[in-house]
């Protein structure tokens, strides 16, 4: 089926389903997804007043791993950081699989580690800040190799700094979506070398993602289960009084779950953090409308605020479209106001998504007829230049701006030749009403900016 008609026929089914108006994801405005591309596995830090979001590159990763930077936690730019690689992070058991699930950290000696899976493997790498330059920590070999427990898969390694700064690293999942365990052990003042034996610290109906969380004089382990191409994938959490458990399932679990009729489909993956003294998680869902064509993978990046109690409970999430966050910027900084104009592949890739400031939607050009889009700014203005945030950051386009003062006649202000990250800054001042922007014939904008 067409991905428009499985939105139709997804979106009639959530209305009759409901007991009110389901909230609209394609509506303008969503501050979720948080990033504009497909993205997964994230973890957030923050060093000297910017965020740091490193995540998998979907579909099902990349050579590299993806890089998000904000000040004000709204206005995102991407990059690819130095390392890991695949070809710097590799062994003769990793295969041909990508880079996947970073854990970032900052250690009790002030420096940043971050755990990486490549394969059925982890490596571990250190640098003096989450901008890197980053290196490898453990002479050029995997921390965790893949023969350590070949019945399970050695992915999706995190570390924990406890009260005290001892730093524990957790990792595990199963093969073919089913198996999960979930490995333990404390780690030394290097954080690199083991500091015991690793524990198997499996709570119940565990798959893979562990995040540990403290809340008092508990330890709470959060974890994934379910299979994320589908919508069974999902977020629950054990207790226990010690890093190494044994967890006991706590009460609400699983905390966060396929909503249909919120149109959140399979989050799990996720990061605990805090700002302004709130707790918030970080998670990937699916990217809509679901599913996609073909066996891509697409997943996109949100958050939501998380209620963890005093006696170590964390209550269910409602998993949103608004994405609040104490600390971030009200809202993004969305430039110029214009109207769009254009063809677009259906109704939910047409022109006007192009400027509706959410990262759920795009325009896609429609197949045959000319892959530009034209905004309107109702009257003459001086635009400075363009910010165009691609369906694909790590791809590189072809891109030209051409500007006029009434319709008819056009000046090319801007060219780009294999134009690559996220956003694309496109510097072209000049006094205009109208600019048209030509793309590739198969991309996809999320978000065309003015400034």
Known sequence: ????????????????????????????????????????????????????????????????????????????RFSLPNWPTKAAATSPSSGDSKVWAPSVVKAANGRWYMYVSVGSEVWVGSAASPAGPWADAN??????AKAFAPDYHMI????????????????????????????AVKLKPDMVTFDGAPRDVTPPNYFEGPFMVR????????????????DTYKVRYAIGDTPFGPFREGPDSPILSTDAARQVISPGHHAVFRSGGQPYILYH???????????????????DPLTIRSDGSIARVVPSHGGAVKGFAARRDTGLHWQASGQGSDALHGPERAADDNYATWWEPAKGAPPQLTADLSAVRLVKGSALRMRFPTRRYMLSVEGSRDGRVWQKLATADQAT????????????RYLRLQVPADAGVWEWTLR
């Not at 409308?289 to 066996?295: C, E, I, S, V």
């Open 156 to 183: 999706d390694a995190e570390a924990f700094i406890d009260d005290d700064g001892q730093a524990y690293l957790y990792w595990g999942s199963g093969w073919n979506w089913t198996n999960g365990h979930c490995f």
């Open 1 to 76: 089926m067409h991905r428009a008609g499985i939105a139709v026929v997804l979106a009639a089914g959530l209305l009759v389903s409901a007991a009110a108006p389901a909230p609209r994801w394609d509506k303008p405005a969503a501050a979720n997804p948080l990033l504009p591309g497909y993205f997964a596995d994230p973890s957030i830090v923050r060093d000297g007043g910017r965020w740091y979001i490193f995540a998998t590159i979907d579909p099902w990763g990349d050579d590299r791993l993806g890089l998000w930077t904000s000040d004000n936690g709204r206005d995102w």
């Open 139 to 144: 002479g050029g070999k995997p921390l965790i």
């Open 285 to 303: 869902r699916q990217g809509l409308p679901f599913p996609p064509p073909g066996d891509a993978v697409l997943r996109q990046v949100a958050v």
């Open 215 to 230: 809340q008092g004089r508990h330890y709470l382990l959060t974890y994934s289960d379910g299979k994320t191409t589908t």
């Open 421 to 432: 990250g996220s956003p694309i800054e496109l510097n072209h001042p000049a006094g205009v």
